[in-house]
């Protein structure tokens, strides 16, 4: 992906994503981290509000 963005993981985070991707049989650890993300994007773009959105992150622990 020539001129995409770049984002930074922690080396044990990408090691993780790495074994998973590979026993998965995603070509990279790119594709597998981005369908990952894009499944916890639509998650969150099913939202009615950003209450809503605002809710699901304090559900999962990320905002207080």
């Given at each position: 992906?020539?001129?995409?963005?770049?984002?930074?993981l922690d080396k044990d985070v990408f090691e993780r994503a790495k074994k998973v991707a590979d026993i998965a049989?995603?070509?990279?650890?790119?594709?597998?981290?981005?369908?990952?993300?894009?499944?916890?994007?639509?998650?969150?773009?099913?939202?009615?509000?950003?209450?809503?959105?605002?809710?699901?992150?304090?559900?999962?622990?990320?905002?207080?």
């Open positions: 992906m020539f001129g995409s963005p770049k984002i930074k049989g995603y070509a990279t650890v790119e594709e597998f981290v981005s369908h990952v993300v894009e499944r916890e994007l639509q998650n969150f773009e099913d939202a009615k509000s950003d209450e809503d959105i605002k809710k699901k992150l304090q559900g999962l622990g990320y905002i207080s």
